[in-house]
C-alpha cells in the first residue's frame, strides 16, 4: 500500500514538472504552448488543493481533532497559490512575459515553502492519524490522476 505522504509527495512532483513546461514555453516566447502547459498546471494544482481540502484535511482533522491546526495554515497558502496561478494564466493569455515572470516567481517559492512543509510536517502526521483508513489513498489517488490525464 502506497503511504498517503508518498502519494502526495509525487503529486507535487508531477505539479512542478507542469509548473516548469508551462514556465519554459513562456520563456521560449511559445505562447500557445505555454497556455497548453499552464492549463495543465492549474487544472493539476487545483485538484491536488480540493483532493487535500476535501478528503485528506477533513480525515486528519477528525481523526486528531486539530481543527485549527496545521491546515488551516495550508488552505490559507492554497488560497495565495491559487491566485499567482490564475496571475500567470492571465499573463499567458495577455502573452505578457513579464507579468508572468513575476507570478512564476514567486509562486514557485511559495510552493517549495508550501510543499516542504506539508512533506516533512504535516503529511507524515497523517500517515500516522489516517494512513490506514480505508478507502483514504484510493480517493486521492483516483482524484489526482483524473486531472493528471485530462
Known amino acids: 500500500m502506497t503511504s498517503l505522504s508518498g502519494l502526495m509527495g509525487r503529486n ?16 521560449a516566447g511559445d505562447w ?6 499552464m492549463s495543465r498546471f492549474e487544472r493539476m ?3 491536488h488543493f480540493l483532493a487535500e481540502e476535501e478528503l485528506l484535511f477533513p480525515a486528519f482533522e477528525a481523526a486528531t481533532g486539530m481543527a485549527s491546526g496545521p491546515t488551516v495554515v495550508m488552505r490559507q497558502e492554497h488560497q495565495q497559490m491559487r491566485d499567482l496561478c490564475a496571475d500567470m494564466s ?3 493569455q495577455a502573452c505578457d512575459p513579464s507579468t508572468l515572470a513575476g507570478a512564476a516567481d514567486t509562486l514557485l517559492v511559495l510552493m517549495q515553502q508550501h510543499n516542504m512543509k506539508e ?5 507524515p502526521m497523517c500517515d500516522q492519524a489516517v494512513g490506514s483508513e480505508r478507502g483514504l489513498a484510493s480517493a486521492l ?7 493528471n490525464h485530462v
Do not use: K, V, W
Request: net charge negative; glycine share 2%.
Open 90 to 92: 492571465a499573463a499567458a
Open 45 to 47: 494544482l487545483l485538484a
Open 119 to 123: 512533506e516533512n510536517i504535516l503529511y
Open 141 to 147: 489517488a483516483d482524484r489526482l490522476e483524473g486531472a
Open 32 to 37: 500557445s504552448a505555454c497556455r497548453t502547459a
Open 12 to 27: 507535487h512532483t508531477d505539479c512542478d514538472d507542469a509548473f516548469a513546461a508551462a514556465e519554459a514555453a513562456a520563456m
